[in-house]
């Protein structure tokens, strides 16, 4: 796909994407993806305008231009997420070019992103998250790597972290104290409190664990002392949901998305909840109001008398 980038358009790309990570903080994964959804715009337009001809093309496109490229990522089985997304992408990086090549932006700013529903977390029940963390630790035959996964689970659940994110602890972090500095996503640094019972998961995988903690290395460790891969906590969480007759939505992420909804349900400040996801946006956070409602609605039609 690439090939059919002339040079100048793909040092433009480049360009943009240092810039998205130096003055944004953007996250490798987004950045992939980014390149990924704009490398397409790229080439869809420059083929679309009869071959390689630098930033030519950009730099005239019409209405019709954008619509062809929208049906085109429609014919390709993209939904209305996706292409949303793909729309953001190319628009940002549009803005961007705008500002240092001079073109008119309107066209491509001024096109409609796509409605979609936005899809609402899934929590597990308390009973259910507590179940999945037991589940979790007896799936497999070697004692410390049960240990492991569970307190890896244990993490998501009881601090709210992101898989990528309790994967990227350190043996510097040891031994864990009340809180914890935790990098996001833009590398985006927040304190989370640590509970005891996420503490002593901890604990007890330490000191199964055969691999000696170093403060620049790895704390969850694979098989053979290499840095944890995400794929086998999720692939446990999968036995796990599937031993307890859980849906397809309980996965490690699910236990995050758990943790905040609990929460809430415990009277817990949104703004505070916020903090500990590390979400940038309270409408982010907001979702998990929905999910709360949804909740009590279903508890009020099963147990109002006159429901």
């Known amino acids: 796909m690439t090939l059919a980038i002339a040079p100048q358009a793909r040092d433009a790309l480049e360009n943009w994407l240092a810039a998205a990570r130096a003055l944004n903080g953007a ?11 704009v490398v397409e715009f790229i080439t869809f337009m420059t083929l679309h305008h009869g071959g390689t001809e630098g930033l030519g093309p950009l730099s005239r496109l019409t209405v019709s231009d954008m619509r062809a490229w929208m049906a085109h990522v429609r014919g390709g089985g993209a939904g209305s997420r996706s292409m949303a997304r793909k729309l953001s992408a190319v ?17 491509v700013l001024s096109t409609r992103t796509p409605k979609f529903q936005k899809k609402l977390p899934r929590p597990l029940s308390q009973d259910a998250a507590r179940a999945m963390i037991a589940s979790v630790e007896s799936q497999s035959l070697t004692d410390w790597i049960g240990l492991r996964d569970a307190a890896v689970v244990t993490l ?4 709210g972290l992101r898989i990528s994110e309790a994967l990227s602890l350190t043996g510097g972090d040891l031994p864990l104290g009340e809180s914890l500095r935790i990098t996001g996503k833009g590398g985006k640094e927040r304190i989370v409190p640590v509970l005891p019972v996420a503490r002593a998961a901890v604990a007890r995988y330490i000191t199964a664990c055969p691999y000696t903690p170093e403060p620049d290395a790895a704390l969850f460790r694979g098989a053979r002392g290499r840095k944890l891969n995400p794929r086998l906590i999720q692939k446990v969480t999968e036995n796990a949901r599937m031993q307890l007759g859980l849906p397809a939505t309980a996965t490690p992420h699910a236990m995050r998305h758990s943790f905040a909804t609990h929460l809430l349900s415990a009277g817990g400040d949104l703004r505070a909840i916020q903090e500990l996801l590390g979400h940038a946006s309270l409408s982010t ?23």
């Open 27 to 37: 996250a490798d994964n987004t950045l992939t993806a980014y390149r990924a959804d």
């Open 91 to 107: 628009k940002s990086f549009y803005r961007w070019l705008a500002e240092r090549e001079g073109y008119e932006p309107t066209v």
């Open 156 to 159: 998501l659940y009881g601090c």
């Open 285 to 307: 956070t907001q979702a998990y109001t929905a999910v709360d409602t949804l909740h009590l609605m279903k508890v009020y039609e099963a147990t109002h008398p006159k429901a």
